[in-house]
């Protein structure tokens, strides 16, 4: 395959990481804004389902073409930023786990709560809660991810 059809395939993946991962984000945050539980299990569903079947695919679609690129290329792994890059990638994919089950917990709980026509319980708030800074833990990686990519160099050299 052709170096710059990866590239094209990479950097593709990254928007659609970025734009589903980010989409989904913000979608759940305001449903939960609006405090009804009939649409934030809603949203919650679709949101679970985009990570599933659009993120997730992205995110292997991003590795695989980085790695087939790095040895296309004939670049040394050992060097800052590609280490770096990948730490930073495994970091933020080993949120997604227990981001994408916090999510489906959130929908069951405000499932249960729009059939019981009650308000949201407090397990429910507490898990938004952990949700919402993991995805700030995780978007700030993400970013920092595709600095260090561009820039070709580690966070540490830019010193």
Known sequence: MDY???KYLHVIAAVFLFG???GSYLYLIAAHRTGDARVIAAVARMVVRFDAWITT???VLQLLTGYAMVRMAGMDWSMDWLRAALAIFF???ALWLPVLLLQ?????????AAEAHSPLCPRYHRLYRYWMWMGVIGFAGMFLMVLVMVK???PWQWL
């Open 152 to 154: 070709k160099q580690a």
């Open 104 to 112: 489906t917990r959130l929908q069951a709980l405000a499932a249960q």
């Open 57 to 59: 695919p992205a995110g």
């Open 4 to 6: 710059l059809l990866l």
């Open 20 to 22: 589903f991962g980010m």
């Open 91 to 93: 970091g933020v994919g």
